[in-house]
């Protein structure tokens, strides 16, 4: 008896495995574009296997462009002024879902997953980043007091503007790459582990905690 139980649910469990990888949800490759009704954040949560283009403007947009049969599955939710983006797990669109999304103001952005975001220049007071993953962010000229950026996994930043932060705040671990030369800043802190490459401009202070086989770049006479 025990024997005949033990076989049973050899044979069943790769039965339900499978039966969940077909449950997912293909595009159907008929791609469109749809308007979503945000408002009222500062904060932008993206994961899944995504794409975003994020603006800075004067009235608050999100559309996004995804097979039509996918839609319901795609999440877009503001909760306690933060707007949440991306794809459910079981769906498996014909192409990357893109979102293009114009913010009025941003002191958050969590990017985790396969996701590749473009953004444009960017003014604010305090600018938290924290990106996890296989995910890439690009930016332009960024203007703000703080900035702090937590890369984990395999990620990269690329600041590529000529800006001004008075601080920046700099945690790194697995392998990433950190890259902001043009982003002037009165104090840098870096803490990295693993094997991570960080080029950065300071003018008056930096403070280095480094372990693991990586390499940091600087502008500046700190």
């Known amino acids: 008896m025990s024997t005949k139980f033990h076989i049973s649910l ?3 469990l790769p039965l339900l495995l499978n039966s969940c990888g077909i449950m997912k949800i293909r595009g159907s490759g008929n791609v469109l574009t749809e308007t979503r009704d945000v408002k009222d954040f500062d904060r932008v949560v993206i994961t899944g296997t995504n794409e975003l283009i994020l603006t800075q403007g004067l009235d608050e947009s999100l559309t996004v462009t995804a097979d039509d049969n996918l839609m319901d599955h795609i999440e877009s939710e503001v909760k ?5 983006i991306g ?10 879902i893109q979102f293009k999304l114009t913010v009025k103001e941003i002191t958050g952005l969590h ?11 960017i003014v604010t007071e305090r600018l938290d980043i924290d990106v996890s993953g296989i995910s890439t962010l690009s930016m332009g000229k960024l203007e703000t007091e703080t900035l702090a950026a937590n890369l984990s996994g395999s990620t990269k930043i690329e600041l590529t503007g000529q800006g001004k932060a008075v601080t920046q ?19 840098v802190d870096i803490s990295a582990s693993g094997s ?10 930096m403070n280095i905690e480094m372990s ?7 502008y500046g006479s700190p």
């Open 111 to 121: 990017i985790g997953g396969i996701v590749n975001v473009e953004a444009g220049d």
């Open 10 to 12: 050899f044979i069943v």
């Open 196 to 205: 991570n490459d960080v080029t950065v401009w300071s003018t008056d202070f």
């Open 80 to 84: 306690n002024g933060t707007l949440y």
């Open 87 to 96: 794809n459910m797990e079981e769906i498996s669109p014909s192409q990357p």
């Open 169 to 187: 705040a700099i945690v790194l671990s697995g392998s990433n790459t950190y890259s902001a030369p043009g982003l002037r800043s009165q104090k």
């Open 212 to 218: 693991g086989n990586g390499k940091i770049y600087y």
